[in-house]
């Protein structure tokens, strides 16, 4: 599959390394230090490219979208179209000091980037930490879960297939407008990991009633 990655920073490279290692083609962009985003791609291997936003979204089979809110009207110009496109975003819609959600409750980050890029939305990756998804042997064995959520069911196959080719079970949380709660779960997962130090690898498994 072709994924063009719209962030590189911690979320964006080390998912592109993951999905680089199992075959995909991935080209990553958007930092303010151009001169780095070559030895970025470099680092993630398996012939990860660079590029800008837009050329890393041209032709692609699915876009990660990975930078913080306050950059996105950034991030969306460079993008240009995204229209039609499947996107996936961990993107949360936090304030400029990263200190809670600047959006929830009666709409979601995922539902406003669906209604101003028109591309095909699926809220995935926001409630899984960078370290969970770092090469840690241990953590590729966890096997966690990840919820995900969107309103297309073929961009949601994507989804799957991408989330299953990054070491996680994919669970499907149903509507786009759902994302309205797993965003607020992503914080959840950051407070445990990063506040009550239970561990930044730390990832999560939904328990299912047993089959009689
Ligand atoms: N980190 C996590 O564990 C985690 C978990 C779940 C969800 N998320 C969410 O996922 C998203 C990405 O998180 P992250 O931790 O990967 O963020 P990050 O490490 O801060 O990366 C953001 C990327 O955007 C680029 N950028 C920032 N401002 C820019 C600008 N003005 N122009 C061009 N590029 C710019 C950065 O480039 P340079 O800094 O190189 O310029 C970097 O490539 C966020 O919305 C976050 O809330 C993160």
Known sequence: MKIGIIGAG????ALGRRWARAGHEVTI?????????ESIAREMGHGARSASPA??????????FAVQWSTIDEALEQARSLAGRTMLTCTLPMTAD?????????SSGAEELARRTGASVVAIFN??????????????RMRPDVVYCGD???????????????????????????????EP????????????????????????????
């Open 10 to 13: 911690r979320m964006g490279r």
């Open 98 to 106: 990263d200190s809670e959600l600047a959006i929830g409750h009666a």
């Open 152 to 182: 297309a069911a073929e961009a949601k196959l994507t989804a799957v297939h991408l989330a299953r080719d990054a070491g996680f079970n994919p669970i499907d949380a149903g509507a786009l407008r759902i994302a309205r709660y797993l």
């Open 185 to 212: 779960f992503g914080l959840l997962i950051a407070q445990l990991a990063y506040e009550r130090n239970l561990g930044e690898t730390l990832g999560y498994r939904i328990v299912l009633p047993r089959e009689s």
């Open 127 to 140: 409630t899984v930490t960078s370290e969970l998804l770092s090469d840690d042997a241990e953590v590729a």
């Open 55 to 64: 050329d890393a979204a041209k032709g692609a089979d699915a876009v990660l």
């Open 29 to 37: 962009s958007f930092t303010r230090d151009l001169r780095k985003l």
